[in-house]
C-alpha cells in the first residue's frame, strides 16, 4: 500500500517521466526531440549524397561564402549566449533586464535572417536556385528549413517575452538554442568540410 | 550560484566565438583535407556540446538525457567525417 502511494506520488511529481527532468516544458521538448532527429536524417542524406556525388558538392560547395556562414554562426550564438542569461536575469526577479536580453536576442535573429536573404539574393543573381543540381537542392532545403525555424523561434522569443513567467522563458530559449544548436553542425557540414 | 551560471554561460560563449573563429579561418583560406576535416567536425562537437551543456542546460538533466543527446550530436559530425574522409582515403 506504501509502495502504491509512494509511486503514485512520483508520478505525480513528474507527470511527464522523463521529460519532467527537462528545463521548461515537456511538449517543448516533444518538439525539440522531433526537430533533432529530422535535421539529424536531413544531415545524413547530404553526407551521404556528397559522398555519392565528390565532384559536384566540392563544386557548389566553391560558389558558397564561409564568411557569410560564419558571421551568422557568430550571430546566432550570440543570440543565444543573450537568451540564456535573459533566463538568468529572470530567475533572480530582473524582469526588465531579461526583456532587454530576449529583445537583444530577437534583434540578432533578424541580423540571421536578413545576411541569410543576402545569401540568397547573391546566389539567385549568379543564376543559382532549387533546381541547378543536387548539391543547390540540399543546400536550399537544409538552410531553408532552418531559416523557418529562426523565423519561429524569434515568433516563440517574442511570446514568453510578453508572458514572462521563468517557466516560460525556459521553454521558448530551449527552442531558441534548438534552432542554434542544429546550426552550429550545418554550418561546417554545407560551407567548411571538403 | 546565478553569477555562477552566468560566468559558466559567458564562458561558454566565449569558447564558441573562438572555435568558431578558428573555423571560419580555416574555411575561407582553403584549407581542405583529412586534417582539416578532422579538426572542424571536433570543434563543431565542442561547440555542441557548450551548448546542450551550458545554453540548453542539459548540465542539469540526467546523465541519460545527457547521453541521448551527445549520442545525436557525435552522429551528425562522425558521419559527415566519415562520408568525407572515406574518398579522401581511398584516393
Known amino acids: ?194 | 550560484m546565478r553569477q555562477t551560471n552566468a560566468r559558466r554561460i559567458t564562458r561558454a560563449w566565449g569558447l564558441l566565438v573562438l572555435l568558431t573563429l578558428l573555423s571560419l579561418g580555416a574555411g575561407h583560406s582553403g584549407w581542405t583535407g583529412l586534417t582539416a576535416n578532422t579538426l572542424i567536425l571536433a570543434a563543431a562537437f565542442a561547440k555542441g556540446r557548450w551548448m546542450m551543456m551550458d545554453f540548453l542546460k542539459l548540465r542539469d538533466a540526467s546523465a541519460g538525457w545527457q547521453v541521448l543527446f551527445l549520442c545525436w550530436l557525435a552522429l551528425v559530425t562522425i558521419i559527415p567525417w566519415a562520408t568525407a574522409t572515406l574518398p579522401l582515403l581511398l584516393g
Open chain 1, 1 to 194: 500500500m506504501d509502495a502504491a502511494n509512494a509511486m503514485n506520488a512520483a508520478q505525480e511529481d513528474r507527470p511527464w517521466g522523463a521529460l519532467s527532468d527537462l528545463p521548461g516544458h515537456p511538449m517543448m521538448w516533444v518538439l525539440i526531440l522531433t526537430e533533432v532527429v529530422t535535421f539529424g536524417l536531413l544531415f545524413m542524406t547530404f553526407a551521404v549524397t556528397k559522398a555519392i556525388h565528390p565532384g559536384l558538392f566540392a563544386a557548389g560547395q566553391a560558389q558558397l561564402d564561409p564568411v557569410l556562414g560564419g558571421l551568422n554562426t557568430l550571430v546566432l550564438i550570440t543570440s543565444g549566449w543573450l537568451a540564456a542569461l535573459a533566463v538568468e536575469a529572470r530567475t533572480i526577479g530582473k524582469r526588465g533586464t531579461a526583456r532587454l536580453l530576449l529583445g537583444s536576442a530577437m534583434a540578432l535573429g533578424l541580423v540571421f535572417i536578413a545576411i541569410k536573404i543576402a545569401e540568397y539574393a547573391a546566389k539567385a543573381q549568379a543564376g543559382i536556385d532549387l533546381e541547378t543540381d543536387t548539391f543547390f537542392t540540399l543546400y536550399f532545403l537544409l538552410t531553408g528549413f532552418h531559416l523557418l525555424h529562426v523565423v519561429l523561434g524569434i515568433i516563440i522569443l517574442a511570446a514568453v517575452a510578453l508572458s514572462d513567467s521563468i517557466v516560460n522563458l525556459k521553454t521558448g530559449t530551449a527552442f531558441w538554442h534548438m534552432v542554434d544548436l542544429v546550426w552550429v553542425v550545418m554550418y561546417p557540414l554545407i560551407y567548411l568540410i571538403g
